[in-house]
């Protein structure tokens, strides 16, 4: 492989050094191999269990690695798609016979998305005002702002129906003939419907418009977050933890950039730290939620879909992250955050 090197770590390297690379190569596992000598292996899911055992992004990359990887002699080459399949991982290393790793079998064709196709509904909030983005959105609402070439909600559901799902329902309100008519005038592979939102309900409260309409699962996304993201995965871990709903969640590193001052009660400095640099997991406005979720809203609430969560939450009910990098959050939630989103679609491009 022309591109082996990029597959290749060190185990000192930072988990958040090993997150950037992951998006770098677009898959989902790295080699810890100093000097090609394989040591262990990591993946996103490897990563994504180490943070939710409170690992922090500034730990070695070993600390969450796989110590114990599969490989192959690549003298027997012949029988890796085989390996693969049995174990079912994504990428097998080949190695030499002193270790090294000079070939990686991939369990699919590179660039293509994973695992089977879904047929899964999505919702999309789209009724806002787009306060955020004014001036833009009192000419255009915030689904129609353009990205590119395209406007935001059409690159969203591009992303979803990359990876089989074809039933987009829309909940829309400010400017929701305009939606309307784009959509009726394009020409894709899925389905567009609309829900009209006669008052604004927030967030959340406009799912209670869809009560009936849902009987399975369904992904509930904003309309101005775009994520690198394999959908398949995602759904098969909410199955996996029986959540009533998963919020997916990106790991995000922020170097405040003043000193910080804690005083006492008598005015006394207790403590200083120079731009101390913080590391959290922060919402990205995508969901998976099962469908009881809709037919338990009350109907006409005013209600944010961090709210609704709460309440589960709050009564012992199975809601949890998927955590995912920085890097494969984009958001256009501001005018800044847009120009950012334009620049790295046409990096991809």
């Avoid at 406007?151 to 829309?170: Q, T």
């Avoid at 403590?271 to 406005?285: H, I, S, V, W, Y």
Wanted: proline share 5%; hydrophobic share 40%.
């Amino acid at each position: 492989m022309t591109d082996l090197h990029a597959f290749l770590i060190d185990g000192g390297l930072t988990v958040r050094a090993a997150m950037q690379k992951l998006d770098e190569t677009g898959e989902r596992i790295l080699f810890v191999a100093p000097e090609g000598v394989l040591h262990a292996v990591v993946t996103d899911g490897d990563i994504r269990k180490f943070l939710l055992r409170g690992g922090s992004l500034d730990d070695a990359v070993l600390s969450a690695a796989n110590q114990k990887p599969i490989s192959l002699p690549v003298a027997e080459r012949a029988a890796a798609r085989e390996v693969l399949a049995a174990n079912s991982i994504d990428a097998l290393p080949l190695l030499d016979e002193t270790g090294r790793v000079v070939e990686i079998a991939f369990a699919r064709r590179r660039g293509t998305p994973a695992g089977r196709a879904l047929d899964l509904p999505v919702v999309m909030m789209a009724g806002g005002l787009g306060t955020r983005l004014y001036p833009y959105t009192k000419i255009l609402p915030k689904p129609l702002i353009p990205v590119g070439e395209k406007p935001i909600a059409e690159l969203i559901m591009e992303r979803f129906a990359a990876f089989g799902c074809r039933d987009f329902r829309v909940i829309v309100n400010y400017k929701k003939n305009m939606i309307k008519s784009y959509f009726a005038d394009l020409e894709a592979d899925y389905r567009v419907s609309f829900v009209d939102e006669e008052q604004f309900l927030g967030t959340g409260g406009g799912l209670c418009l869809l009560k009936g309409r849902l009987d399975r699962p369904f992904f509930f996304t904003n309309c101005d977050t775009l994520l690198d993201l394999d959908y398949a995965a995602l759904y098969d871990y909410h199955k996996r933890r029986q959540n009533v709903v998963t919020m997916v969640v990106a790991a995000k590193h922020y170097t405040v950039p003043y000193g910080v001052v804690e005083a006492g009660e008598d005015g006394a400095i207790r403590q200083m730290r120079e731009k101390p640099a913080l590391d959290f997991l922060t919402n990205t406005g995508v969901y998976v939620v099962e469908p009881r979720v809709v037919e338990e809203m009350a109907p006409g609430e005013k209600i944010g879909f961090p709210d609704v969560i709460e309440r589960y939450r709050q009564k012992g009910e199975r809601v949890g992250v998927y955590p995912i990098s920085e890097a494969s959050w984009m958001d256009m939630g501001q005018l800044e955050e847009l120009e950012k989103m334009r620049r790295r679609l046409e990096e991809q491009a």
